[in-house]
């Protein structure tokens, strides 16, 4: 076998818990994508891990534990789409980027440095954090406006969730009047449904099925809203 030009690597795939086929079908194409890239770039993979679990926490993450392991013992680096796939939380980001183990996010290139990943989580918490509080500040002007609303997102009652999905014919459209108004909120500020949907998703909203947003799955739920 001719020698790596640049050294081993190990690839990490995280996936989302409650995916549906469409989500678990564009998943499934992170080992492939991280394995081509490898091979453009001149690395050897040596070691496959994954996780499926949230990127909010560590807890649980035990492919990410064994390729750090076995990155460290090799001398390889960790191959990750996103940084996304690697964590959503900042501290959870700098705490790894401290350690000796070196990732590579390979749809931000080979050399970007551990203090600009370390900007990019910042950036990308930061957003999501904005758009959860612009959220529920527009659901409570929602439902200060149709209280009858709020019985779908349970009330200080105690009418829970699931007994208002349970009351309606249709849990589609229900769903899509419970989660629909930021997206109206978005069309209405010129963004497109592939924006929406990232927006979503960065968000882990799910859709009615446990799944992650597309295109299709964002114009179905405004459709039901018109």
């Known amino acids: 076998m001719p020698q790596s030009l640049f050294g081993k690597a190990i690839i990490y795939v995280r996936t989302s818990t409650g995916l549906d086929s469409q989500s678990v079908s564009r998943e499934e194409t992170q ?7 490898a091979q453009i770039h001149g690395y050897e ?3 496959e891990y994954t ?4 990127g909010k926490t560590m807890e649980g993450r035990h492919g990410l534990f064994s390729a750090i392991a076995h990155a460290n013992g090799v ?3 960790i191959l990750v789409t996103e940084l996304s796939r690697l964590t959503r939380s900042v501290a959870d980001c ?3 980027l401290e350690g000796d183990t070196k990732f590579i996010v390979t749809r931000s290139g080979r050399h970007i440095s551990k203090e600009m990943l370390l900007i990019q989580s910042v950036f990308a918490q930061s957003e999501r954090e904005s758009t959860s509080k612009r959220m529920k500040a527009m659901l409570k002007g929602r439902f200060e406006r149709s209280p009858e ?3 779908q997102w349970g009330n200080q009652q105690g009418i829970g969730l699931e007994k208002a999905r349970d009351a309606q014919k249709n849990k589609a459209q229900a769903h899509a009047e419970k989660v629909g108004f930021f997206a109206l909120e978005m069309i209405d500020r010129g963004c497109s449904y592939k924006v929406i949907a990232e927006r979503y998703n960065q968000l882990e909203i799910p859709t009615q099925r446990g799944g992650k947003w597309s295109t299709g799955s964002i114009h179905r739920m ?3 809203l018109k």
Do not use: F, I, M, Y
């Open 222 to 224: 405004v459709k039901r």
């Open 94 to 96: 700098a705490t790894l």
């Open 149 to 151: 609303l709020r019985q």
């Open 75 to 77: 001398g390889a680096v």
């Open 51 to 54: 996780d499926t679990k949230s």
């Open 45 to 47: 993979v040596v070691g």
């Open 31 to 37: 080992p492939l994508e991280l394995r081509k890239w």
